[in-house]
């Protein structure tokens, strides 16, 4: 297997843009998350999904974000309208039923100027 | 709300030298998991090693071990007869035991820099 795959691997946007940031996880895991690294804050988790659903969005940060995960190869996570301070590398991972072990792709490094 | 907790920001050591990181964490769960994880230069995540706390032998694999101590929350990386390819920056992260979807909190990292 190919692993996670993350696209694009590099952004960069001018504010007010939308930016959509996409990931296919390992087939067979029924886990997605999506995290955003910062250097003030680390990584954070943003938002989960188990069996496609949405389970946690507490740390997506406002409304400007949303992620969705239509079939169990794809998800994206949307920024709408992007700002200067999300710039981060954001990465997804994902992980097999009944495994503590995730796997993570690439990361996609976000710029917004 | 669990936490954890890395102190040291950056660590270096002598290529075939020994070095050990710190990680405290803070959590009313009985049961859990804890992991290390590397990421080098070319940023990807990679799982090092983990130990679930039910378990009261300390994990090892390979060059890495851990000093597991539930009761002081520590869980320490070892890692033996450094090279140069163990540069990177190391996380510390916490699991909830069965939690749905099995999402980690890290901690802020260890910068390691393994010198020639």
């Known amino acids: 297997d190919a692993g996670v795959i993350q696209s694009p691997r590099h952004e960069v946007t001018e504010m007010g843009q939308e930016v959509t940031l996409r990931c296919k996880p390992i087939?067979?895991?029924?886990?997605l998350f999506w995290y955003r690294q910062t250097m003030m804050r680390g990584l954070e988790l943003l938002i989960y999904?188990?069996?496609?659903?949405?389970?946690?969005d507490s740390g997506m940060p406002e409304d400007r974000f949303s992620a969705k995960m239509p079939n169990a190869s794809f998800s994206t996570l949307k920024i709408q309208p992007s700002e200067p301070r999300d710039s981060a590398v954001y990465f997804c991972?994902?992980?097999?039923?009944?495994?503590?072990?995730?796997?993570f792709g690439q990361g996609t490094r976000l710029t917004v100027v | 709300a669990q936490t954890v907790t890395q102190s040291q920001p950056e660590m270096s050591v002598q290529e075939a030298e020994t070095v050990t990181l710190s990680c405290t964490y803070d959590t009313s769960e009985s049961n859990y998991y804890l992991f290390w994880y590397k990421q080098p230069p070319s940023r990807q995540m990679i799982l090092v090693i983990r130990q679930e706390a039910y378990k009261q032998q300390n994990a090892t694999e390979n060059r890495f071990s851990v000093n597991f101590q539930k009761a002081a929350k520590s869980f320490s990386l070892k890692i033996s007869d450094s090279q140069l390819g163990d540069t990177a920056m190391y996380f510390c992260a916490f699991m909830k035991h069965r939690a749905a979807g099995n999402k980690l909190t890290f901690g802020g990292g260890t910068r390691v820099l393994v010198k020639p």
């Open positions: 087939s067979g895991h029924n886990s």
């Open positions: 991972a994902s992980s097999f039923p009944g495994d503590t072990e995730a796997f």
């Open positions: 999904f188990n069996n496609n659903v949405p389970i946690d």
